[in-house]
């Protein structure tokens, strides 16, 4: 199962607020990559982080990569209705092989107009 | 630059038959991840290859095999199907390297359905 714990696990939004969601674990990543999956699609990366305390944007999203190394969050802001699908953290850590990430149980986004 | 790339993208086979998926990563990526989504499991990691050699293997029975190519694509087979193999099985590819960062890419998946 997964290691590392997502939430929430869902969350219905309207149009315009912001979402928040997080990833915590209780092993240490040197890698945190948030994804966006729609329903039938492969993910799609979103944002990577790679040193502790990061902060980074991309548009509307912000993730952050936590100082502890254990957690991180990713934020939307003003979301619009083709924000709707499920969110998914991945880390990787440095004792695994290059391609091995570990992923979250995903968070699913509804967004009501 | 084309993305990952997955074929077949749906499958539909029987308890007991075998299947191969096969997976093309962007081009120069020599790392290829295969993992394996349920809805009650989520996304489990299956095996990693680097330059045609295994490197890793998740906690799936040896029904689940794979190998890669000179040219990195790859290939995983399951073996005498189960009704629990089915599943959207992904591929994700990256650039590997001591500077690079680690981003792996996916491609739409092959969803699998044993009946």
């Known amino acids: 199962g997964q290691q590392l714990n997502q939430s929430p696990q869902s969350m219905f939004i309207q149009e315009g607020e912001d979402v928040s969601m997080n990833c915590t674990s209780s092993s240490i990543f040197n890698t945190w990559l948030w994804y966006k999956q729609d329903p039938g699609e492969g993910p799609v990366l979103l944002i990577a982080?790679?040193?502790?305390?990061e902060l980074t944007s991309n548009g509307r999203l912000t993730a952050q990569f936590g100082i502890t190394r254990k957690d991180s969050f990713l934020n939307i802001s003003a979301s619009i209705p083709s924000d709707v699908g499920i969110y998914f953290c991945a880390g990787h850590r440095t004792t695994d092989s290059w391609g091995k990430l570990q992923f979250g149980a995903g968070t699913q986004v509804v967004v009501t107009p | 630059k084309a993305g990952v790339t997955q074929t077949p993208r749906y499958l539909i086979k029987t308890r007991g038959q075998q299947v191969t998926l096969s997976c093309s990563p962007i081009s120069g990526h020599r790392s290829v991840s295969w993992y394996q989504q349920t809805p009650g499991q989520g996304l489990q990691f299956l095996f990693e290859?680097?330059?045609?050699?295994?490197?890793n293997k998740g906690n799936f029975p040896g029904r689940f095999s794979g190998r890669q190519f000179s040219n990195s694509r790859s290939e995983m087979n399951v073996s005498t199907l189960e009704l629990g193999d089915s599943a959207l099985y992904l591929c994700?590819?990256?650039?590997?390297?001591?500077?690079?960062?680690?981003?792996?890419?996916f491609g739409p998946g092959t969803r699998l359905t044993v009946l």
């Open positions: 994700a590819s990256s650039l590997e390297g001591q500077w690079l960062y680690n981003e792996q890419f």
């Open positions: 982080l790679y040193k502790a305390g």
């Open positions: 290859y680097f330059s045609e050699t295994q490197r």
